[in-house]
């Protein structure tokens, strides 16, 4: 176990989520953890079941993480990848295995609260196996100046039999220049729920974001949420892919997209396919503001309608 | 309380709607044709008509939404003229509505919701669990809870109604409180709205069942875009039925099982039946 000292700044960043920050320090709380400051392994703690495997690169580290077969956790794996620094590159490369029969969530903090020139990368490779339920559950705070790049990729195979949750939140402070790709291969039978939110705040926030799933699986299925509002010149680019290439598989994007402000853009490009005739993928989405009716039912209880927007994006991008 | 045909009363009232006229957006048709009512502080006074009458565009238009907006009239309400205030300063006064379709902001914890339109911001948490308490909803099961898909039709209606409760408003609209609910349901709401009546709040009931109404002091009648009476409820709702050719009905949800109905004289249902060519 590595125990050295983890920068308070990068900790107390967390405590917008209602995180206990003692629970990340190693020999705290009942998790598994893997704790990075900028591109050195600050502590690592392994649980039964979970094995973790960390190894530093030049600008970055390799980072194994083994979930033994039958293994069924409670607490979640954490994962936190923090720059207390302005500038600097952190490349983060995750090797995740889930073999086959295992349940675990796996809660990703990615913590820059001074980044200003910034480049955060991470190139992920996840393997779930099958009859599992994964959750991947990672959030992002790249302070206030909009001064981080960031661009994470990572394919993602789902087995046969397993649920996949994966949840993107980036919606505190303010984003900076961020791309993202994540790419699901979704296995016969396997459910693939994604949900991203993203909130752009000015005219140095630009965000794109491509979520996939390839239905690859006889009824495999899978449903993409993406929420986002850009406010100020803030611009959001929002890619939902599904597409359906194996027999009675079902898929669904949904993207909402809140307007706020001169300069401000929110853009949605769901792209559906099915090559199946058995195979159903569908797509809704909308983009401006919010229904007038949710407007006054909330300016109803005496709030102005600047207070009502407040409450509703709040509320849509309420983060799980 | 008397009322003349125009529902034009003298005393204690909380709201006046004078010669309101409500256009369609365009202009270019009347939804609502001249209507003159008055609503008696502490009362609740059901609104009652058939589907697409204009009830609920008179709700719209009392709480001033942006679209429903009169083309001529006034509306008073506690002595202020109001017809050119938006929503926001209307609910400021003390209007509210409870919507017939509510709580439709998902992501919103419940009590945030039930908070928003609180004033009193120190006894924030009391007011929220008296709120729930009063619309019969366990604070237990729903202090921690948020508003989305699990939750029923009836959930809610019953948190839309605690919120406008929190609010402590002097009136409080319900857009048919009833829609999709089970009779069960209803007659728990019915409780309910004499709980709101005690709290010195005035409820304008929305409805197109009858039987919602009984639970109202008065009644005002729109049929098809005109403001037919205000009077007593049970006086309404023989107009109403007469209208509609419904005496059977009528007396079966206005007589009690003596087959008498204490607030109208003997021969009132007849002789509305004969008015209306319905005898």
Redesign the interface.
Known sequence: MTNSKYPEELLRSLEDYNIDMRDFMPGHGSGAKLLLDFNKVKGLEQVDGVILKSREIENGIVADIIIKEGTKIEDPVHLCFGVNKETGIQEIFPRIIAEDNTEVTLQAHCSFPNANGLIHKMFGHFYIGKNCKFTYNETHYHGEKSGATVAPVAYIYVGEDSVFDNIFNLTKGTPGKVKIMIDIYAMKNSVIRSTIRAYGKNKNDSIRIRDSVFLEGENARSIIKMKAAAKDGGEVLMYGITEGNAPHCNGHVECNEIVLGKGSICRARPFIRAIDPSSSVSHEASLGRFPQKWLDEIQAKGLSEDEAIQILIEAMLRET | MEHNQKGEVDSNLLLELKDIVIPTLDKKQIILNQTSFGVEEGSIHAIIGPNGSGKSTLAYTI?G???FKPSQGKIIFDGIDITNLD??ER??LGI??A?QE?A?????SIPKYIS??V?DKKNINKIILEALKIVNLEPEKYMNR??DESLSGGERKRIELA??IA?RPKLIMLDEPDSGLDMIVIEDFLNIFNKIKDLNMTILLITHREDIGMVADHGTLIWRGEHLLTDTFPKVMVRYCARAGLKEFCKRTLFDDNGECPALDSDYIDRIFREEGMD
């Open positions: 709480m939404l942006g679209n929503i926001t609910a400021n509210t509505l919507w509510p439709r902001i998902e992501g919103l928003l339109g004033e948020y508003i919120a406008a609010m």
